[in-house]
């Protein structure tokens, strides 16, 4: 039996992500054991889950991951938690474009079985919360609105009014919360600030935060919802059977320039023989002993790009073992690492390119097709996947493109290089995780028998 409860909201601006997170930690702090869960492919919000829990974060996306795929890997990241708390994405039914909500948090508690509450932000109106709840409720009755938590409210005046008009909506009321300005995240050009770029912060903020959420949401209550979803029927996600042969080395880059990779990508490389190190490109010096592969995923390397260029030790023992064959695979940070240059800083140069940011945005899913046989994928394979950037690459590709996509190409790929803006879940595309495994163990053991 996994409880479970979906954190909804009518938009986006509603605190969806504060109270979903300070719902954890006040949980955790009341004696369970919590796990936290995201809907779609966003990094940033489940770094303050994974603060808030102590667990690592997860994703859940119909798109990236198949929609038979989404019970098995809330089963597997609920592992050892009492409650599961399922963070929505955007409005209740705003999903992939032109597709009627398909990903949507409508969608994921459809197929999750799970009780939605929602967040109403009612900074800016009074019985008319009462009209949102209410068509809400009824838009789509496959999703089950279990209950509502009022946000930013200004008085108790101001709450009275709304509990009054609330009650002819029969949706129950499980937590009034006042404006409280010390409990928000700051935000910059993709959205917050990932948790581990302000970590003594949060780690400052987030009691005071767990206290001001158990004080005006009914945890109890909130329990009962979440307990009140039906069993689970199913297997849990698995990566694989246990790698009974010679394991290899591969260092994955993180710290706060590189905070952007799926739990399971990592755990699905270590049950195919791959010790995960991690590094940090900011600090550290040298690669770890016997490396065999690497892996670096997103992140904000504009913002770190000075301290990136002057750690030139590593960036130098990167650029040569690329150059000796190393396999690597790299998302949009990685990308941007391994150009020449990032904004006129140096990088690498394994990417015979150049990185600068812009004033506009790439955000969406993306199904892709690989140009070429390569590190990570064949030619003519199809993958789903999602491109969330405001930089650019000039020139745009090589002469072997990664990926093609609505008749454009996007990044570089050789036999032990793929590089590109493109995320891919591989619990979504184990064939992935297989084929990049595999040349990481081979190029341990040609190191070996050099």
Request: glycine share 10%; hydrophobic share 45%.
């Amino acid at each position: 039996m996994v409880a479970r409860v979906v954190i909804a909201a009518p938009g986006s601006g509603h605190g969806k992500t504060t109270i979903a997170a300070g719902l954890m930690a006040a949980l955790r702090t009341a004696g369970h054991a919590v796990s936290g869960h995201k809907v779609g492919p966003d990094f940033i919000d489940p770094s303050y889950h994974s603060l808030a829990t102590g667990r690592p974060a997860r994703n859940l996306d119909p798109f990236l991951q198949g929609e038979d795929t989404l019970v098995p890997l809330l089963r597997h990241g609920s592992a050892g938690a009492d409650i599961a708390v399922i963070e929505g994405v955007m409005g209740l039914f705003d999903g992939a474009l032109g597709t009627e909500g398909y990903a949507s948090t409508a969608h994921v508690a459809r197929l999750l079985d799970a009780p939605v509450v929602l967040v109403v932000d009612a900074s800016a109106a009074s019985r008319s919360v009462a009209a949102t709840v209410l068509g809400f409720a009824q838009y789509d009755t496959r999703v089950r609105l279990a209950g509502v938590i009022l946000n930013k409210l200004g008085s108790q005046r101001h709450e009275d009014e709304i509990v009054t008009a609330l009650e002819a909506t029969g949706v129950p009321l499980l937590g009034a919360l006042r404006r409280n300005e010390n409990v928000h995240a700051p935000s910059r050009h993709l959205g917050l600030v990932p948790a581990v770029e302000r970590a003594a912060e949060s780690q400052r903020l987030l009691p005071e935060l767990a206290e001001w959420v158990a004080a005006g949401v009914d945890l109890e209550g909130i329990v009962r919802v979440a307990r009140s979803a039906p069993a689970l029927t199913g297997p849990l996600w698995n990566a694989g059977p246990e790698w009974d042969g010679p394991r290899a080395t591969l260092a994955a880059a993180g710290g706060p320039a590189f905070t952007f990779r799926y739990a399971e990508n990592i755990e699905l490389l270590a049950a195919r023989g791959i010790d995960v190190v991690d590094i940090d490109p900011l600090r550290d010096k040298a690669l770890p002993a016997g490396c065999a592969g690497l892996y670096f995923g997103g992140g904000f390397p504009e913002v770190h790009a000075a301290e990136l260029s002057s750690n030139v030790e590593l960036r130098t023992a990167v650029g040569e073992a690329i150059d000796a064959g190393m396999p690597v695979s790299a998302e949009c940070a990685g990308l941007l690492y391994l150009c020449r240059s990032l904004d006129g800083l140096p990088m690498v140069g394994a990417v015979a390119a150049d990185a600068t940011m812009t004033s506009r945005g790439k955000l969406g899913y993306r199904r892709a097709v690989s140009v070429v046989d390569n590190v990570l994928a064949v030619a003519g394979q199809r993958v789903t996947g999602h491109e969330f950037h405001r930089t650019e690459i000039t020139p745009a590709h090589g002469e072997t493109a990664a990926w093609g996509w609505d008749r454009s190409l996007d990044g570089f790929a050789s036999a032990s290089l793929h590089a590109s803006y493109l995320h891919v879940h591989w619990a979504g595309h184990p064939e992935l995780a297989d084929r990049f495994a595999s040349r990481v163990r081979a190029h341990s053991l040609a190191a070996v028998h050099g």
